[in-house]
């Protein structure tokens, strides 16, 4: 596996195939993602039935595999409903043309912090 900031041909997320270069793909795909995650996460939701407030934060990790699915997905965050959601919105990312290094399909791991406030 190789780290997204490292990977030679980034992979492509659904709408980005159009994208001029490795850059331009890699800053596609952190759009799509951080838009999706906008869209799916009931954090707040989880804030207010736990007594949670003020800035939360929740890192998250994945493997988006040779196949182009995400796999892998590793959280850590202040509490474990937090967590349960995190996992449940990343797994809302479609399949992927897969990450290539040396023109072969590998795993790139791709870390997301997720941050809101709660007010």
């Known amino acids: 596996n190789v780290t997204f900031i490292a990977i030679q041909d980034a992979p ?17 795909m952190s759009e799509k993602i951080s838009k999706l995650i906008q869209r799916k996460f009931e954090g707040n939701d989880i804030a207010d039935a736990y007594g949670l407030s003020g ?5 998250v990790q994945f493997t988006i595999d ?6 892998d997905v590793l959280t850590r965050s202040p509490h474990p409903q937090l967590d349960e959601e995190a996992v449940r919105v990343i ?5 992927m043309t897969p990450g290539k290094q040396h023109d072969k399909n590998v795993g790139v791991i791709y870390n997301l912090p997720i941050i809101f406030l709660v007010e």
Do not use: L
Not at 13 to 25: I, Q, V
Not at 55 to 59: E, G, T, V, W
Not at 66 to 71: E, I, R
Not at 91 to 95: A, G, R, S, V, Y
């Open 12 to 28: 492509i997320y659904p709408g980005c195939e159009k994208a001029k270069d490795n850059k331009a793909r890699k800053k596609c």
């Open 55 to 59: 800035k939360q934060k929740i890192d």
């Open 66 to 71: 040779k196949t182009g699915h995400v796999t």
């Open 91 to 95: 797994n809302f990312i479609p399949e």
